[in-house]
C-alpha cells in the first residue's frame, strides 16, 4: 500500500524557513516522479513542485522559484522541500504528492500524502 | 498557463440522483485531463486521468469523458460518500494546473 506521510509544517514569520519533508513506502521510490502540491485554506488546489526519479530534474512554479528547493533521499525513501523566505501567501496545506511517471513535465498525481500546515504570520 | 473552468460552482443533488460535472479548459489539452475528489479534511484523491482512465479502486459509477476543451465528470447514482467537492486539472501544458472546483452537496 502506497503510503506518504508529511512532516515539517508550522508557523514561521514572514521572510522565515521551514523544511517540510515526506516519507515514502509502499513502492519503488527512485522509480517515481514526486511533489508538492498545496492549498491555501479555503481555496483551490496549486501545484508546487515536481523532482523526477533521479533527482535530477527539478520543476518549480513561478510563485515559489527561487524561495523553495526541492530534494529526494533515494536510500530514505524521503522527499523534501527547503522552502526560505516565506511569505503570506505561502500558508496553505502542502500535500506531498507521487506521480505515475519516472519524469517528464506532464503529470497528474496518483496518491496524495494527508497534508502539513504551514502558517506564515507575525 | 492553461486555465480551467468549472462549473456549476456547486450543485446540490440528492443520494441516488446523477451528477453532470463541467470542466472547460481554456485552450485544448488533448485528454490529457485528471479528476480529483476532496472531502472534508482529507487529502485529494485521483479519480480519472487522461480524460477517461479510472484510477485503481475507483468505483464505475464514476466516468470521465470529453476532448479538446470540455471534459465532463459523471457520477451515474450518487452514493452518500460521493459528496464531496470535484477538481479537474490538466497536464498538456507545463505548468500544471487545476481548475477552481465543484462541491456537491446533498439537497
Known amino acids: 500500500e502506497v503510503q506518504l506521510l508529511e512532516s515539517g509544517g508550522g508557523l514561521v514569520q514572514p521572510g522565515g524557513s521551514l523544511r517540510l519533508s515526506c516519507a515514502a513506502s509502499?513502492?519503488?521510490?527512485?522509480?517515481?516522479?514526486m511533489g508538492w502540491v498545496r492549498q491555501a485554506p479555503g481555496k483551490g488546489l496549486e501545484w508546487v513542485s515536481t523532482?523526477?526519479?533521479?533527482?535530477?530534474?527539478?520543476h518549480y512554479a513561478d510563485s515559489v522559484k527561487g524561495r523553495f528547493t526541492i530534494s529526494r533521499d533515494t536510500s530514505m525513501k524521503t522527499l523534501s522541500l527547503d522552502m526560505n523566505n516565506l511569505r503570506r501567501d505561502d500558508t496553505a496545506i502542502y500535500y506531498c504528492?507521487?506521480?505515475?511517471?519516472?519524469?517528464?513535465?506532464?503529470?497528474?498525481?496518483?496518491?496524495w500524502g494527508r497534508g502539513t500546515l504551514v502558517a506564515v504570520s507575525s | 498557463e492553461i486555465v480551467l473552468t468549472q462549473s456549476p460552482a456547486t450543485l446540490s443533488l440528492s443520494p441516488g440522483e446523477r451528477a453532470t460535472l463541467s470542466c472547460r479548459a481554456s485552450?485544448?489539452?488533448?485528454?490529457?485531463l485528471a479528476w480529483y475528489q476532496q472531502k472534508p479534511g482529507q487529502a485529494p484523491r485521483l479519480l480519472i486521468y487522461?480524460?477517461?482512465d479510472s484510477a485503481a479502486g475507483i468505483p464505475s459509477r464514476f466516468r470521465g469523458s470529453g476532448s479538446g476543451t470540455e471534459f465532463t465528470l459523471t457520477i451515474s447514482s450518487l452514493e452518500p460518500e460521493d459528496f464531496a467537492v470535484y477538481y479537474c486539472?490538466?497536464?498538456?501544458?507545463?505548468?500544471?494546473?487545476f481548475g477552481g472546483g465543484t462541491r456537491v452537496d446533498i439537497k
Open positions: 504528492v507521487k506521480t505515475p511517471f519516472f519524469g517528464g513535465s506532464f503529470w497528474h498525481f496518483d496518491f
Open positions: 509502499g513502492f519503488t521510490f527512485s522509480s517515481y516522479a
Open positions: 523532482l523526477d526519479g533521479t533527482g535530477g530534474s527539478r
Open positions: 485552450q485544448s489539452v488533448s485528454g490529457y
Open positions: 487522461d480524460a477517461s
Open positions: 486539472q490538466q497536464r498538456e501544458e507545463w505548468p500544471p494546473t
